[in-house]
Structure formats: structure tokens, C-alpha cells
């Protein structure tokens, strides 16, 4: 039995171990938040007589003075156990990342098959980071989580699936459960012979998927470099951002954009060659401001006492192309054609998208611009451009109406040699010969020389367009979506049993579902079901993946097969945010976490704190603390 004495001693430990674990828990907490939103921990000078510690010292500190028990931690704590240095948040930091890989392994692992997307980031500094991506479905829902921010020395193929196979070792997960892979397109990630998705291929088999995404970005760029006109206009469009960004310019179009109630609106963005929502948003600035822009190259031009020379040139330039009627129809076929790729390649960024969506986007849209391309719709283009520079007050009818005809350019009169003209030479007699006998053709017939934008762009661009996604996405899609047609709702019926047969074989199930395929069709709830992913919400509802295991797993397969990697571009804009200029000492190994906790928030958030301190004390010198947690 316990004497009185030694159950007060137990009481009150018990009471200081609570205390402790409640103000560790705020600290944590702390770090938590921090992490979460991306922000800096650190501050210029920490002492206790400074005036901003840093986020992390500042926030512990503010919460104290709204909780006692924190504060009294605080005030009365061991000296040696503050638990608020650089090397303890780099153990939170530590703790919390290791939480959430671990909660990602338990997800994965439950889901039996996988699907990875990879890509390279630089961070502020210039060093090289690959992020892995990990797609699979948890009950009906498709999720994409980080796993890894990896440095990399060796960019090569194989020295990224060395790092790739590592970190997937490191989750407990077998190379032979991953139903597809998706990188963008370059040699070292998606090459042939020596490529990562190659090398991967060796353990993994056949299952590999190019970007959607960064394909249709090549087929905008593949097109656009190939039509003169369409070059133009995307320099004379970078050249408008450059002059709208200039200081002085800048100040008179928001007077103009304030004066028509337009603020916030036409900000220009610049120009870049693999994300084209940029070009597509000055497309439409350009159009719909076209007056504005037209009235900021005036007032430029009008004011030398203002202006520059420089800037007043590049006024009069821009304004004569603002004013051309061939430009602003182009700039009106460029901006509803590239609208419609940017919408098409928004829904390729959608994390949960699967195969058949994927196709049927690409479908969607080949056939929207097919129906485009037509005399009727260059017409209405035609109409829109005289309506355009209607608008304007300074546009000349003439321009409006037709192209102006350019004067006919008078061409050096050629001399004869003197060695010809020594009366031994026929030559001045058969080019006389030549004058007499051939009229010229008319001024009208030798000036009009203006090509028919109709064939010599119009059609042009939305015939590249449609060779480009044939070429593109017919390479990267032929078996295997053949087979894939058979679990599209229309197609939905007993004689894909083959097709079915073909899936099974290739990603390794059971070809029981092929029967169970064919007692699925017959069921009417599944009819109302739009694409995979409701078949799988539709299946999981209603108990039937109980009922058809085998082709529920099928459905799970095709649904897990990554389709785009702009989850890793989106883990990359994170890079930037954590690793700033000011940030720019960052280890590697913390800027893997931190990037890690702002990424996957949700499942942070989830985290007990309670569970947080104990692993915190665990992860201490022979698992515990210098104080009782």
C-alpha cells in the first residue's frame, strides 16, 4: 500500500505532467498553424528585449496572454526545457511531417493499387527538387497526396527512379501494385529507353500516361509557332504588357480604367511558354479593352512633355495594330479558339479526373472547334471586327470596311550593260520585242496582294489545331482506351466482355469480373451514373462493391490511373511560397516538410494533439523528455 505521502507525490506529478503536456500541446499547436499557412518561423533577432521575435516566438507569447495555464508554463518552466528553440521546432516540424506520411501509408495501403506523378522544381537558390505525387481511391473518393520533395544530384532516369524507388520503399509500397504513371514530356521523365517512366517500367510493367495536360499545352505551342500571323499577335501582346507595366503608362490606364468603372479589371499577365491561361486572359483583355488600350496609346502619343521618345514609339505602333483590321481579326479568332483549349485544359487540372473524362474533354473540344470551321463563322468574325473599330472614334471608315490598298511599289529601272549595247547584241531587240507584245496587268490586278485571311489563317489555325490532337493524343491513347470503352456509361454492355477480359489481364485481376461485369450491366440504378468515378459512388452507396469485389477493383484501377501532373505544379507554387528570397537558408529537409504540411492542411488539421505529444516524446533522446510529458 502507498502512504499518504507517496499518493500526494503521485497526485501532484501527475497534475505538473498534465500541465506540461497541455502547454507542449499549445507549442506544437503552434507550429501546426505556422506550417499550415506557409508562413516564416524565424525572426531577424530573438532576444527577449526585442520587438518582433519572429511568427513562431511572437504567436506562442500572444496566445499566453489568453490562456493562464500556457502563461504560467511559460513564467515557470525549466530553463533548460523551453521547448521554443530553433532545434525543438525543427522537431515538431519533424513530427508533424512523419504524422502525416505515416496517415497517407495507412490510406494507400488500404487502397492496394496506386498511381504516381513525378516532376522537377528549382527553388530560389537553383537547386533541384523532383515531387512525387501518389494517386489512389479511398472508398469512392480519388485523392492525390505529396509524399516527397526530394533534392536530386542525378536528373537522369535513373537517377530519379533511384529516388522514386527509395521513397516508395519508404511507404511500404510494391512497385508491382502501380496501375500508371504520369510525367510531362520530357527525355529524362518520359524517354523511351532511358527515361524514369522507362526504368520504372522494368518492376511496374506497361503502364504509363503522358501528361494530358502538358500534351495540349504542346499542341498550343506546336500550333501557334507555325502561323506567322498568330506569332504576331503574341509579340505585339508581350510588347502591350512591357509598355502597361511601365511606370508612368501604368498610372494613366488605371485614371482610364477608374474613369469607366473598371478597376481590377484588364491587368495584363506575363507572357509564358508552358502555361497558357496567361495567353488566353490577355487575349481577352485585349478584346474587351481594345478602347481602353486604344485610348492609353493616344494619350501617350499626345504627350511628349510626358512620355519619352521610346515609350511614344512604342504608342504609335501598338495604336496602328490596335487599329488594323487584319490584327483585330485575328485577335478575335485567337481569342474565343484559345478560350476554348484554356477551358478544356482547366478540366485536365482537375485532381480527380479520370481516363475516359480525359478522352471525352479532348473529344469535346476537337469537335467544338471542327464546328468552327466554317465560311458562316468567318463571317460573323468579319462582323465583329467592323463592330470592334466602330467602337473607337478615331477608326477611319476605310479601315473599317476593307483592308487598305497599298500603293504599288516603283521598282529601279534596270540599265543595260555597255558590253550589250555594242549593236552585236539581239538582247535590246527581243526585250523590245517582249514590251511591244505583252500588255501589263492592271494597277488594281498588281497591288492586290492582300492574302485571304480566311484560308491563309483562319482555317489554317484550326486545321493545325485538329492535326495536332489527333497526333498527340491518338499516340498516347490507342490500346488501352479501346479497352477502357467498355466501362463508359454509353458503352456500358455484355459485348465488352472481351475488352474487360484485356483490362483484367493487364492490370492483374480476377476474371470473375468479367461475369460480374455482365450482372452490373443489367442493373438500372447505374444508368443514371455520368463517368467512373460515380460508378464508384454508386457502388460504394448502395453495398454493391461488396457484392462485385473484382470489378469494383477494376473500376478502382481505371479511375487511379493518373491523368495529368498538375498536382505537382501545384506542390511547386508551395516551393515558392515556403522557400522565399528571405527564406532562402532553408535546409532541404525542412523545406520538404513545411512544403509537406501546406500542401496536404486537411490531414494535418486532423491530427489529435494529444497523439502530436506523445509522438513528440517519443522522438526524443531514448523516447522521452527532461520533462514528464
Not at 505556422?34 to 530573438?46: D, T
Not at 514530356?185 to 500516361?209: F, H, P, V, W
Not at 501545384?570 to 515558392?576: D, E, G, P, W
Amino acid at each position: 500500500m502507498l502512504s499518504e505521502e507517496n499518493k500526494r507525490v503521485l497526485a501532484q506529478t501527475e497534475i505538473e505532467r498534465n500541465e506540461n503536456r497541455e502547454a507542449v500541446g499549445m507549442i506544437i499547436d503552434c507550429v501546426r498553424f505556422l506550417g499550415k499557412q506557409g508562413l516564416a518561423f524565424r525572426g531577424h533577432e530573438e532576444t527577449a528585449s526585442a520587438t518582433n521575435r519572429g511568427n513562431f516566438l511572437e504567436l506562442v507569447h500572444f496566445l499566453a496572454t489568453y490562456n493562464l495555464s500556457l502563461k504560467k508554463w511559460l513564467d515557470s518552466h525549466p530553463g533548460n526545457a523551453s521547448y521554443l528553440s530553433p532545434d525543438i521546432q525543427n522537431q515538431i516540424i519533424s513530427v508533424l511531417f512523419e504524422t502525416v506520411i505515416n496517415e497517407i501509408k495507412t490510406e494507400v495501403t488500404s487502397s492496394a493499387c496506386y498511381g504516381i506523378e513525378a516532376d522537377e522544381v528549382s527553388d530560389t537558390t537553383g537547386k533541384e527538387y523532383v515531387s512525387i505525387i501518389i494517386r489512389y481511391i479511398v472508398g469512392y473518393e480519388v485523392m492525390e497526396r505529396l509524399v516527397g520533395l526530394v533534392r536530386v544530384e542525378d536528373m537522369s532516369g535513373k537517377g530519379l527512379s533511384s529516388i522514386l524507388k527509395q521513397r516508395l520503399q519508404r511507404l511500404g509500397l510494391e512497385l508491382t501494385n502501380i496501375v500508371g504513371q504520369c510525367y510531362d514530356g520530357a527525355s529524362n521523365m518520359s524517354g523511351q529507353y532511358r527515361g524514369l517512366q522507362t526504368e520504372i517500367k522494368k518492376d511496374a510493367g506497361d503502364k504509363d500516361t503522358h501528361c494530358y495536360n502538358h500534351i495540349l499545352a504542346l499542341v498550343l505551342q506546336q500550333s501557334a509557332s507555325k502561323i506567322p500571323l498568330v506569332v504576331e499577335v503574341f509579340t505585339w501582346l508581350n510588347t502591350a504588357y512591357k509598355f502597361l507595366k511601365h511606370y508612368k503608362v501604368l498610372v494613366e490606364y488605371d485614371k482610364v480604367l477608374k474613369e469607366r468603372q473598371l478597376q481590377g479589371q484588364y491587368k495584363m499577365q506575363s507572357l509564358s511558354v508552358t502555361r497558357w491561361y496567361a495567353r488566353s486572359k490577355n487575349l481577352d483583355i485585349t478584346v474587351n479593352g481594345h478602347a481602353v488600350l486604344v485610348d492609353i496609346c493616344e494619350k501617350v502619343i499626345n504627350e511628349p512633355k510626358v512620355f519619352d521618345a521610346e515609350l511614344r514609339l512604342t504608342a504609335e505602333s501598338l495604336h496602328q495594330k490596335l487599329l488594323n483590321r487584319d490584327f483585330c481579326l485575328a485577335l478575335l479568332v485567337m481569342k474565343d479558339t484559345f478560350s476554348k483549349c484554356n477551358a478544356a485544359s482547366e478540366y485536365l487540372q482537375t485532381s480527380s479526373i479520370d481516363f475516359l473524362a480525359a478522352i471525352e474533354a479532348v473529344n469535346n473540344l476537337r469537335a467544338i472547334l471542327s464546328s468552327t470551321r466554317t465560311d458562316e463563322a468567318y463571317a460573323d468574325y468579319e462582323q465583329k471586327v467592323v463592330d470592334l473599330l466602330r467602337n473607337v472614334t478615331c477608326a477611319e471608315t476605310s479601315d473599317v470596311n476593307e483592308p487598305a490598298t497599298p500603293e504599288p511599289a516603283h521598282k529601279r529601272a534596270r540599265k543595260m550593260p555597255a558590253k550589250l549595247c555594242d549593236g552585236q547584241s539581239l538582247l535590246p531587240d527581243f526585250i523590245a520585242f517582249r514590251t511591244s507584245t505583252f500588255t501589263v496587268r492592271s494597277a488594281s490586278d498588281a497591288v492586290n496582294t492582300a492574302p485571304d485571311l480566311k484560308v491563309s489563317f483562319y482555317f489554317v489555325l484550326i486545321d493545325t489545331l485538329l492535326t495536332a490532337l489527333d497526333d498527340r493524343f491518338g499516340k498516347s491513347t490507342c490500346e488501352i482506351l479501346k479497352w477502357m470503352t467498355a466501362l463508359s456509361p454509353k458503352c456500358w454492355d455484355e459485348k465488352n466482355k472481351m475488352n474487360i477480359e484485356q483490362l483484367c489481364h493487364k492490370y492483374g485481376i480476377a476474371e470473375e469480373a468479367v461475369v460480374q461485369y455482365a450482372l452490373f450491366a443489367r442493373n438500372e440504378g447505374r444508368k443514371s451514373c455520368a463517368n467512373i468515378r460515380e460508378h464508384l459512388k454508386y457502388m460504394w452507396d448502395t453495398d454493391l462493391h461488396n457484392v462485385y469485389p473484382d470489378l469494383f477493383q477494376l473500376v478502382k484501377v481505371c479511375a487511379t490511373i493518373p491523368i495529368t501532373a498538375t498536382e505537382c505544379e501545384r506542390t511547386h507554387s508551395k516551393v515558392a511560397l515556403v522557400k522565399s528570397a528571405v527564406r532562402s537558408s532553408m535546409g532541404d529537409a525542412r523545406l520538404e516538410h513545411l512544403v509537406t504540411l501546406n500542401v496536404e492542411q486537411d490531414i494535418a488539421t486532423k491530427l489529435g494533439l494529444m497523439s502530436l505529444v506523445d509522438a513528440f516524446k517519443l522522438a526524443g533522446p531514448d523516447g522521452s523528455r527532461r520533462i514528464k510529458l
